[in-house]
């Protein structure tokens, strides 16, 4: 991948220094750090720019940005790749760095696209190959490798660090892999981190600070301890007592994995919190504070970590509903429909630790809705191992609507318009049906 990023960085490099740049990115944490690594790049090209953060590349959201000015030049990162037709018309050149799915044949002449499915390559995240862009632009960038590690966190791609990963990694010089219990953060005291963790689900301590108390009592461990102070002993004891709480699911590898620690703001911090803070800024709307932070502007700090901690409450709040929310269920497969009952920036959240609760059985999909405004924020997990694709199953199922699907075979969502929900909800439970029915003949 680097020697197609050095292309795009040379081409990006022969635009005029004067001409002004739009900088238009995902809000997840990938975009978010993918949008700052291209913010620090181009201030020290002292490059004039702007930055938008969206949702999504919906129609409106694209004839908007394509109308603004025809002399900008627009950089996407983390999105476009499903886009690339509405470019062709344009003659300004496109500049596009995103890892999500995209078929050859659509790319226009005036696109400048890195996209790992183009070359068969190894699917890194947005952040990464941004990172790998900005330092072809200059070595100097080498610095901006800590922005592409949060951002590999922040989609899940540090499970299988690949070769262009590990070279990432080994240039990021103070950070610390430690394989331990997949609580975040390791860096807090448990009595919290516990709490409010959203790695996985624990019935009875999730979400609950009398029950996070009494597992501790029961291990002997001070509340006021981190997870990263536990001895071998002491972590030993952690996950027995998690497992035993997470009775139907008996496999302690699911619970355990490398915690990545280095400093941010000059502390020692879990890179997955700091995925996650980003995160819960952008979910709340707070994109310029997501995008100060990750630069590491000081000012920025304490306001995110005010929304951040709003976010977990919403997300404690939230758990609590759906618990209580009536699901529509179906062979292999559960639909909640919390409406206005779970604000739309947790409902995905809330599906990945339902996801990973075990309350399920192994297989079953997952879709959350919550209502945003005149839209449905549609958000799709999956329970374990399973061949089922979700991307398919929601494109099937908005082929007649007015929506864009984004994600991939294990996660996916979408935004619908709210007067569509009953006949999205009657296409979704016909192809979610179908779906285990091909995946059984198979």
């Not at 940005?65 to 499903?82: G, P």
């Not at 694709?389 to 494109?395: F, Y």
Request: positive net charge.
């Amino acid at each position: 991948m680097e020697t197609e990023l050095k292309r795009l960085a040379e081409e990006f490099l022969k635009i005029p220094e004067d001409t002004k740049i739009r900088v238009i990115s995902h809000h997840d944490t990938d975009g978010i750090t993918s949008a700052a690594i291209l913010t620090k790049t181009l201030q020290r090209l002292n490059r004039p720019f702007t930055v938008k953060i969206v949702k999504g590349l919906d129609k409106e959201i694209l004839k908007q940005e394509l109308k603004r000015n025809n002399k900008e030049i627009l950089f996407f990162t983390d999105l476009a790749s499903s886009s690339l037709d509405q470019f062709r018309k344009l003659k300004q050149p496109i500049f596009v760095i995103d890892h999500h799915e995209i078929s050859i044949d659509k790319i226009p002449e005036n696109v400048f696209i890195s996209n790992p499915h183009l070359f068969k390559k190894e699917n890194l995240c947005g952040a990464a190959l941004t990172y790998l862009f900005s330092k072809a632009i200059s070595p100097k960038n080498k610095d901006l490798a800590k922005l592409a590690i949060i951002g590999m966190i922040g989609d899940r791609h540090e499970a299988e660090l690949t070769k262009s990963y590990q070279k990432i990694v080994s240039e990021v010089p103070e950070l610390e892999i430690i394989k331990s219990l997949m609580i975040f953060s390791s860096t807090r005291p448990l009595r919290r981190s516990l709490e409010y963790s959203t790695s996985f689900y624990i019935p009875g301590v999730t979400g609950s600070s009398v029950g996070v108390l009494e597992l501790l009592r029961e291990t002997s461990i001070s509340p006021e301890k981190t997870l990263s102070e536990l001895n071998e002993k002491e972590v030993s004891s952690l996950i027995t007592a998690i497992m035993l709480k997470r009775t139907s699911q008996r496999n302690p590898e699911e619970i355990i994995g490398n915690i990545y620690l280095m400093k941010f703001f000059n502390r020692r911090e879990d890179v997955r919190e700091l995925s996650v803070l980003i995160n819960a800024c952008s979910k709340l709307g707070h994109y310029g504070v997501a995008l100060a932070f990750c630069l590491q502007n000081e000012s920025a700090k304490e306001k995110a970590q005010e929304i951040y901690i709003k976010y977990k409450q919403e997300l404690i709040t939230a758990l609590r509903a759906a618990e209580n929310i009536e699901k529509i269920q179906g062979n292999g497969f559960v639909i909640l429909n919390a409406k206005e009952k779970i604000k739309d920036a947790v409902i995905g959240t809330v599906c990945s630790m339902l996801s990973s609760s075990k309350v399920y059985d192994q297989g079953t999909v997952l879709i959350g809705m919550a209502y945003n405004e005149n839209k449905i924020k549609v958000s799709a997990r999956i329970t374990g191992q399973s061949e089922k694709n979700l991307k398919r199953v929601l494109e099937k199922t908005v082929m007649n609507l007015e929506a864009e699907v984004g994600g991939h075979q294990k996660a996916a969502g979408c935004l619908i318009n709210k007067e569509d929900e009953k006949k999205f909800l009657e296409e979704l439970r016909k192809n979610l049906e179908i779906e285990v029915v091909k995946i059984s003949n198979q």
